[in-house]
């Protein structure tokens, strides 16, 4: 970036040739992750929009906190401050691998109904173990039926 004093007090900034590159290949990466699937996308999940009151979001939709979390919504809604990402089971789940724990495996939580259900293949942590879903639409907890204790 060029930056020329242009008065006292007073600075113009012009963007350079490689601010452009740079802000094309931000684009590019924030584009090309909204194609990837859901554990992959949690680990570049500061690629994704941010959560913010007032905005209306779409049930499948992914969301990161300011932490670079990376959150499924579960069901259209407008989002409100009173009801924050990590507080709202039924409008948001946390998508449990992140850049900074990529093997980590979210904790069970019951799910509010089919929209938030478990699916075959998804793993939760429960009582230090981790288990493995064996059915789709799967809403029981793992000491319940329908999940496979797994190696983590």
Known sequence: MRVEQNGPGLLIYEKGPEDRVQEAVAALARM???QLDDSAAAQVGVLFPRWEPGKAYTAGAR?????????KVLQDHTA????PLTETAGLYARLGVTAEEPEA????RQPAGAHDAYQSGDRVRWNGAVYQSVLDGNVWAPDVQGWLEVEP
Do not use: F, H, M, T
């Not at 969301?63 to 959150?71: K, R, V």
């Not at 409100?80 to 009801?83: H, I, L, N």
């Not at 495996?105 to 069970?108: F, K, L, Y």
């Open 105 to 108: 495996v979210p904790d069970w």
């Open 32 to 34: 090309s992750a909204q």
């Open 63 to 71: 969301i990161a906190d300011e932490d670079g979390n990376l959150y």
């Open 80 to 83: 409100q401050a009173d009801w």
